[in-house]
C-alpha cells in the first residue's frame, strides 16, 4: 500500500454480549487491568499508519467510552457514533462516519478481540495492492463435517481449503462504503468481507493468530486471562 495513503478503522464496541451472560457491555468488563475495549485502543493508537479511528458503540455506554478514548486512544477523539441493531447497521454507521475523512483505505475490527497485533493491520493493508479486501483469519486444524439437520454426517471436508474468519478486515473505503450501502439485509451477512463478496469483489485471506480469539462465551474469558498471564511472566 502507497504509504501517502491515509488509513482509517472503525472500532466496534457496541454489542450487549448476551452470551458472556447479564446484560453489562462485555468490551467494558475488565480483563487483567483494563477493559477489553482498551486493548484494542491501545493497538490501533500505537500503529502509526492508522490516522484516525471511528469508535462505534451505544450512546448509555458513551460515558465508560469516553475516558478509555482519552487514555487508550486519542485518535478517536471526537468520533465516536451511536451503533445499530445489529453488527452490520454498527459497520453502516462507522463507515459513514469516515466520510469526512476520506481514507483510503479502513480496517473493521470488532474490539471483543482484544489480542490485534499490528502485523495483522500490515498485513492485511499490504493485501489491497491485489484486491479489494482482505481479511485476517487462520486455516482450519480440525475436521470439518457437514451434517443434516438430525446431526448426521453428510460430507467430510478437505480443511486445507478453509479458514477461520477473523478481524480485522480491511477494504479500500470508497467500495466497502458503495457494498454496505447496496446491501439490503435481511438475511444479515456474517462478516464485512462477505459484503463485498456479494458485490463481486475480491477478498484476501491473511495470516491472524490462534490467539486472535473473539470474547463470547465465559470459557473465552478464562482462556483471555490464561493468554494474558503468560504474556506477563514471559515478557
Known amino acids: 500500500m502507497n504509504p501517502k ?8 464496541a457496541a454489542g450487549r454480549g448476551r452470551r458472556m451472560g447479564g446484560g453489562e457491555n462485555k468490551v467494558l468488563r475488565l480483563l487483567g487491568d483494563r477493559p477489553v475495549l482498551a486493548y484494542s485502543m491501545q493497538a490501533l493508537q500505537r500503529c502509526s499508519i492508522v490516522s484516525s479511528v471511528v469508535v462505534v458503540g451505544r450512546n448509555e455506554d458513551f460515558p465508560k467510552i469516553e475516558p478509555l478514548i482519552k487514555q487508550y486512544c486519542p485518535k478517536a477523539g471526537g468520533r465516536f457514533v451511536e451503533g445499530g ?16 475523512l476520506q481514507p483510503d483505505a479502513v480496517l473493521i475490527h470488532d474490539s471483543a478481540r482484544p489480542f490485534l497485533e499490528e502485523s495483522f493491520i500490515l498485513s492485511s493493508l499490504e493485501a489491497l495492492d491485489e484486491k479489494t479486501g482482505s481479511v485476517a483469519g ?3 486444524k480440525d475436521t470439518l463435517k457437514e451434517t443434516d439437520r438430525s446431526g448426521f454426517v453428510m460430507q467430510t471436508h478437505q480443511r486445507d481449503k478453509f479458514w477461520l474468519s477473523q478481524t480485522p478486515q480491511t477494504f479500500r473505503y470508497s467500495e ?6 447496496s446491501c439490503t439485509p435481511p438475511p444479515y451477512p456474517t462478516d464485512d468481507g462477505a459484503v463485498l463478496e456479494m458485490q463481486g469483489g475480491r477478498i484476501k485471506m ?29 515478557s
Open 206 to 234: 491473511v495470516e491472524g493468530s490462534y490467539l486472535n480469539m473473539k470474547l463470547t462465551t465465559p470459557e473465552d474469558w478464562l482462556l483471555a486471562e490464561a493468554i494474558l498471564q503468560i504474556r506477563k511472566e514471559t
Open 85 to 100: 441493531a445489529e453488527r452490520f447497521d454498527s459497520v453502516l454507521c462507522g463507515l459513514e462516519a469516515c466520510s469526512e
Open 5 to 12: 495513503q491515509t488509513v482509517a478503522a472503525v472500532l466496534l
Open 176 to 181: 466497502i462504503l458503495a457494498a454496505y450501502r
Open 138 to 140: 487462520v486455516p482450519l
